[in-house]
């Protein structure tokens, strides 16, 4: 068998699947074969958090709406299921490919976390691959905004049938990371501010100042009620930091996104993308 045949073997199918119940089922979705390498979700702060449930969730999302195999969830901290010990419990299926591909648990580069996963996986007993995070990606929008609208801050998509018609007249995204993230989440923030038809700023979520900043450049533009979208999934931040941010912005938020469709699907796409890049070297 020829090396371009092994490695379309290895790789996961893609699927269109037919429309079910539930308004977040995706279009597409990544059946993985049997022998797959693992794939395993790293998450930022140990497994006894708050978000760690969210990561343990986002790990079903994957199996059940995507790749229909289990899908791991290692901790960056603590003792409990840290990552370190989830790649000591995974074992090579084959010896030409790696054994695990790992996933940051991040909307958009984050330093500490991709070193904290590199050097995890650079000593890992087994081959593995780290796979880039997860935005930015036009799904990171889609999920900004409902989570907006489940807070009363954005009109939904009348696609998905939702009543709500109140709405803030501007919104200020805000990341963790440094300003490489902010960068990256403008991507993002520009994607929401077309699906919202209102302007939305970017700023770092350690970055009160900047906050500030953007909440006032978009009172000066006309903007009444603002919003403050936050750009994490939930682990990376208390709940105390969050408010804080929007309290300096003077702004209601909605809620991080968390375990949402929309991040499971990013996440079974960067586990393809590293997966062929691996394979292809």
Known sequence: MSPESQASEALPSRRRR?????????????????????????????????????????ARLVEIEQTGQPALVGHLEGAERHLSAVLAEVRAERPDEPAAVVVPLTTGPDPEVEAAVRKIVADAHVPAVAADPLGPHPLIAEALHERLAEAGLARADRVRMMTMVTAASGVVVVTPGDAEAVRQAEVTSVLLAARLAAPVFTASLGDEAAIAAAAAQLRASGATRLAVAPHLIGPEVSAERLAAAAAAAGAEH????????????????????????????
């Open 18 to 58: 037919a429309p079910r119940g539930g308004r977040h089922r995706g279009a597409e979705s990544y059946l993985l074969p049997p022998g797959s390498p693992a794939l395993i979700l790293a998450a930022p702060g140990p497994a006894a958090a708050p978000g760690g449930a969210v990561a343990t969730e986002l």
């Open 254 to 281: 909605a809620a991080p996104i968390g375990a949402h469709p929309a991040l499971a699907q990013v996440a079974a796409l960067r586990y393809v993308e590293a997966l062929a890049t691996a394979l292809s070297d």
